[in-house]
């Protein structure tokens, strides 16, 4: 990419990185992504983002074909995972004298990547900043990529720099949606991106949109792919829809059972929690995929885990289940385990643990059974199912 304006005394200044096929360990990029990057001036010029580090020579070089580096003002850090910070050190080693504005939760990790003394500024929701005949207003956008992040909206223009919100990876090059070939499904890339790294996090998302609400925008200007201009509330509105609660059901009994006994469990538990008045699913985990996997944890507000103890361990099915936990927003969810065992019954501690650690809430009460259970294990079972309960109602929104 070239420094391009896109609007007046606004330019793209970002770089194409069409060989990238693999972004943040788990996403495809089959068409590869942008390190999007804009300088506005004012009576004083900001530069938005920066670039990854293997493509700084190229985004100094655009800079350059707007103004001297030196005579920027200010860089706005809306976020410093490495695809966007990879240019500060080398930006802050040509131009120490530039201010940095970035959310207050940014502070430290500005210092961390930058590791030199520097003029940083952390700001607020609502805080404005006039470069004289442009002006920013901020709004902090935490866990939208991570904690740090931020976005602006810059009033005379009406566009919303939305860092790595709304975003997607298309390196094809366009500047624009409405430029892009028949051949790229900008829906489904906005979608992809969403699941891969936003998803996680839809609870701050759903409590971060509304502080968009008052802009009237005319163009997303975000950090990859191509700026939306063509209905630019669209990905707004669509995240709006995906972030939105989906609890159909109050716990999810998820088992996986290889004899039936921890099965058998699961089905008391279930029937238990029904008599209660709690509305329940039971899933065999073992024939779960990922997809549904993450449907069942978003659906639910609370998930019982069954597991046998194999080899001193949960089984594998279970432990893939718990993988997903932290591909969707689970914070706070409440759950319990239980399960059948032989002798040593590990597996239903180390499954507590790992949830615990997982920052979820997690029943108190585990329950084991040996083998084939009886009467009084049974009966074990409808109490642990009648306690779950009463955890799971209690605090319920
Ligand atoms: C391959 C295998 C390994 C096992 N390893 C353990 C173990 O390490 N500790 C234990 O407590 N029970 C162990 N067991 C016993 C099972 O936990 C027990 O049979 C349990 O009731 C199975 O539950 P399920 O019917 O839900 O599959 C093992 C069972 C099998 C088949
Ligand atoms: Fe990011
Ligand atoms: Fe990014």
Redesign the pocket.
Known sequence: MAATAIADNVWAIGVTDSELRVFDIIMETKTGTTYNSYLVRGEKAALIDGSKLEFQDEWFANIEKVMPLTEIEYLIVNHTEPDHSGSYPELLRRHPKIKIICAAPAVPFVNNVINTEADITGVKDNHELDLGGKKFIFKATPYMHWPDTMMEYLVEDKILFSCDGFAAHIGTGELYDDELSDKIDMDWEVKYYYDCIMRPFSGYIRRNLPKLDEFDIKMVAGSHGPIQRKEPRRYINQYQEWVAEKYDQDVAVVYA???????AMAKIIDSELQKAGVSTAMVDMTALDEARGRDVIERSRAVAIGT?????DAVKPVWDFIGLFASVYSIGKKAAVF????????GIKLVADRLSGMKLKVYENQLRTR?VASETENADTKAFAAGFGEFVASGKK
Not at 257 to 263: A, D, E, F, V
Not at 339 to 346: I, L, N, R, V
């Open positions: 059972s290889n004899y039936g006994n921890t099965g046998p103890t194999f080899n001193g399960g059948s065992y032989g002798w040593g019954g590990e083998l």
